[in-house]
């Protein structure tokens, strides 16, 4: 795994390239039905320069389902805004009756960190740029 490809501002990629070729929007992998019965409706995705809302119509994903209660997504979405190209790296995890949204930790060692923990009846939810987490995480730490 390539640290820089993911949710942080970087130059556009060979990776990136193919995601946007070959990427389909964010919503066409949603809902996401687990077999402990909890519904993920839909994520969205915030720019990493900004901070706005990134169209879904602006994003490409690849994801792959490594078991029932695992959707691991990965791509890219452009700013309307500021036209910037931000990565995008989740993992959806089924957790008891819930599921989690993962992304990959800070540490940069390719570990996961769960970034939040929803209910089995979500309603849409809005996810803030890795970006502004980041900051926040390391705002934290210091
Ligand atoms: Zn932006």
């Not at 519904?39 to 900004?50: E, F, Q, T, Y």
């Not at 959707?71 to 599921?99: E, M, W």
């Not at 990959?104 to 970034?115: A, I, T």
């Not at 939040?116 to 730490?141: D, E, M, S, T, V």
Request: some cysteine; hydrophobic content about 35%; glycine content about 8%.
């Amino acid at each position: 795994m390539n640290k820089n490809t993911d949710n942080k501002l970087t130059a556009i990629s060979e990776e990136h390239r193919t995601l946007l070729k070959e990427g389909a929007p964010l919503s066409t992998f949603f809902p996401v039905k687990f077999t402990n019965g909890a519904v993920a409706d839909n994520l969205h995705c915030s720019c990493g320069n900004c901070g706005k809302r990134i169209d879904d119509e602006r994003t490409r994903f690849e994801g792959h389902t490594p078991n029932p209660d695992l959707l691991d997504l990965r791509g890219v979405g452009v700013c309307r805004q500021c036209s910037v190209l931000t990565p995008f790296r989740y993992r959806v995890r089924a957790r008891a009756k819930l599921f989690q949204i993962e992304g990959p930790s800070p540490k940069g060692d390719g570990s996961w960190m769960v970034w939040r923990l929803r209910p089995a009846r979500p309603a849409f939810w809005n996810i803030i740029g890795w970006a502004r987490y980041l900051r926040r995480y390391l705002h934290a730490k210091a």
